[in-house]
């Protein structure tokens, strides 16, 4: 936390490496930082929708929700509904973005009423696609573990994975590899991320 902008300058070198998931914490840290005059690097976050004069060292979420709908069209899986998207989070957001002027630009749309955000509780977004999951032929999901409580819903609804629903997420975590069926992820590796910046 940046609280005491003088103080944050007499202590941090230049330029400072900022992490975090909270838009509303990195907006406030970059804000005091700036008018400390200190340079920033943003690690492991898009700096789009902070300022234009941050850096940042990250992997493309918008070029990584391109694939993942590329891989399933290429797979005949057209009918493409994003599931567990957070409202307020930056990186479901560029990834919705991402996914869904992509799937535009093919004439496959992802409309608004094929996007099941969450608020506060993970539980409703759940919900309202639930009744509705026979109509798609693939689930985008912001993680693996999102990814593993629609694959289990699935499974108790009498839905089969792969077979009637491809499921797709981000994170290629243990949880992606070792679920039966495993689920198709995406990797980011932090590491990278980190030594880059």
């Known amino acids: 936390h940046v609280r005491d902008v003088a103080a944050a300058r007499a202590r941090v070198s230049d330029p400072v490496i900022l992490t975090g998931f909270s838009p509303e914490l990195l907006s406030d840290a970059v804000l005091r930082l700036a008018q400390a005059d200190i340079r920033m690097i943003l690690a492991g976050i898009d700096a789009?929708?902070?300022s234009a004069s941050i850096s940042c060292v990250t992997h493309s979420r918008s070029q990584q929700s391109?694939?993942?709908?590329?891989?399933?069209?290429?797979?005949?899986?057209?009918?493409?509904?994003?599931?567990g998207m957070g409202r307020h989070s930056l990186n479901d957001m560029v990834k919705e973005n991402a996914a869904r002027q992509y799937a535009a630009?093919?004439?496959?749309?992802?409309?608004?009423?094929?996007?099941?955000?969450?608020h506060e509780r993970l539980e409703d977004c759940l919900s309202a696609f639930m009744p509705v999951a026979r109509r798609y032929?693939?689930?985008?999901?912001?993680?693996?573990?999102?990814?593993?409580l629609v694959l289990n819903r699935l499974h108790a609804r009498g839905l089969r994975v792969p077979e009637d629903l491809y499921i797709a997420s981000f994170?290629?975590?243990?949880?992606?590899?070792?679920?039966?069926?495993?689920?198709?992820?995406?990797?980011m590796d932090f590491f990278a991320i980190g030594r880059y910046a």
């Not at 391109?66 to 599931?83: K, M, P």
């Not at 994170?171 to 990797?187: E, K, L, Q, W, Y």
């Open 48 to 50: 789009d929708s902070l």
């Open 66 to 83: 391109v694939q993942l709908v590329r891989y399933l069209h290429a797979c005949g899986r057209d009918r493409i509904a994003l599931v």
């Open 105 to 118: 630009r093919q004439a496959r749309p992802i409309a608004d009423a094929d996007v099941f955000k969450w």
């Open 137 to 148: 032929s693939a689930v985008i999901c912001p993680s693996d573990y999102i990814a593993l």
């Open 171 to 187: 994170g290629n975590s243990a949880i992606s590899r070792f679920c039966v069926p495993s689920i198709t992820t995406i990797m």
